[in-house]
């Protein structure tokens, strides 16, 4: 079955400093994976998803991510960070299982920005 | 990408009632997700659907659940009987043909006293 670890279930950061969190996976094979970010009450936005190809995928809002097989991993990173990225983001893995790409997410980690 | 819409946005019921929870998706999307997130907890799978069928359910969505996609366009969850721990968000999600990703609804949050 899969899952995903974020380790880091709460991170503060100045505003303007590097970011990056951390996420692992347990799947299979070569995953989909995926990161969203969450606002108090809203929905789920997608960041940046990883197929295959190049393992440094870009997303919007100047977050990329770099899938790392050999560790399993697919760490977030933003090398400057803004006060409206305060929110809760969510790394997730996709089976690969045609017609049927449901998803696991982690547990979160919630962003905090100070001035 | 275009928005995938539900409502309502917020539905308050009381314990042992049903609701339905409604989701608006682009017709051409063949597959179909619920998931639900309990207040500062993880995301979590319910229901996959495709074709008219559920494809895949997890644990959680248990005989108090079902889903219909009753006129080709809006996609249901309907709680027969709600409980208390019911309490949640609840996002639908869409996947498109060509579309390896999701796209997640704005979400229902449902509170049941």
């Known amino acids: 079955a899969q899952s995903v670890t974020q380790p880091d279930i709460h991170i503060t950061v100045s505003e303007g400093a590097s970011l990056e969190l951390r996420c692992n996976y347990s799947?299979?094979?070569?995953?989909?994976l995926f990161w969203y970010v969450q606002s108090p009450g809203q929905g789920l936005q997608l960041l940046l998803k990883?197929?295959?190809?190049?393992?440094l995928v870009q997303g919007i809002k100047g977050f990329e991510a770099e899938f790392k097989r050999s560790q399993s991993s697919f760490n977030l990173r933003k090398p400057s960070v803004h006060w409206s990225d305060a929110a809760e983001y969510f790394c997730?893995?996709?089976?690969?299982?045609?017609?049927?790409?449901?998803?696991?997410f982690g547990t979160g980690t919630r962003l905090t920005i100070i001035p | 990408e275009p928005e995938v819409t539900q409502t309502p946005s917020h539905q308050v019921t009381q314990m042992g009632q049903e609701v339905i929870l409604r989701c608006v998706p682009i017709?051409?999307?063949?597959?179909f997700y619920w998931y639900r997130q309990i207040l500062g907890q993880k995301v979590e799978f319910l229901v996959s659907?495709?074709?008219?069928?559920?494809?895949?359910k997890s644990e959680i969505f248990d005989d108090q659940f079902s889903v219909e996609r009753p006129d080709g366009s809006n996609f249901t969850l309907k709680i027969r009987s709600t409980k208390l721990e019911d309490s949640a968000m609840y996002f639908c999600?869409?996947?498109?043909?060509?579309?390896?990703?999701?796209?997640f609804g704005s979400g229902t949050r449902l509170t049941v006293v």
């Open positions: 017709s051409n999307h063949l597959y």
């Open positions: 799947y299979g094979a070569t995953p989909y």
């Open positions: 997730a893995v996709g089976a690969r299982t045609f017609g049927n790409e449901k998803l696991t």
């Open positions: 659907f495709y074709n008219n069928e559920i494809s895949e």
């Open positions: 990883y197929f295959s190809g190049d393992t």
């Open positions: 999600a869409r996947q498109g043909r060509t579309n390896y990703g999701y796209t």
